[in-house]
């Protein structure tokens, strides 16, 4: 069936990187672009960024800029997503989500990954 | 950026009742571009509506979206125990970007 599948909860220090997977299977992998958002604890929902796998184009959140970076494998149907010098507020749930490409013809998250905890602690 | 202000912030309600949650944008929005989302404790949101209007695959007709312009509305006709949860609404704003809503919490009363 189609899914999302992400990799397992992470602990990392102030400072470190982490790099979260998100594998795709049950459609054609470069026919939807991957959303990633994010939830920190009791919080709502935040747009971190999108990655076409079709092209490999990006577009990131402002507020990101300069410290994540979303790649694809397109020969694993998998999507990552890596976020350097974290801080305490990085600790969240992170989800992974498709959308069709082009996204303008149904611009909505129709497929989610079932999350990743990040938690950063010293 | 487009900000999206939901109300009420919780809603309680018993079952059966009407719920009427309430998306509100700071410019207009196209409908097209105008989603909504149901998420319980524990696990990731779901697609209930997209395109203001249109039921996502597998959702029940007791949930409708509605609303042009700045105002968009999601319903819930007859609340059923399952359909107690955070609601979020969320905008495509062009060029690849997308914003969320802050949420209304639907309790039971």
Redesign the interface.
Known sequence: QVQLVQSGAEVKKPGASVKVSCKASGYGFTSY?I?W?RQAPGQ????MG?ISPYNG?T?Y?ENLQGRVTMTTATSTSTVYMELRSLRYDDTAVY?C?RAVIP??T?????I????TMVTVSS | EIVLTQSPGTLSLSPGERATLSCRASQSVTSSYLAWYQQKPGQAPRLLIYGASARATGIPDRFSGSGSGTDFTLTISRLESEDFAVYYCQQYGGSLTWTFGQGTKVEIK
């Open positions: 672009g959303s958002v709502g929902l935040e747009w999108w184009n577009k959140a989800f989500a996204v303008a149904k611009p909505a998250f129709d989610w990954g079932q999350g």
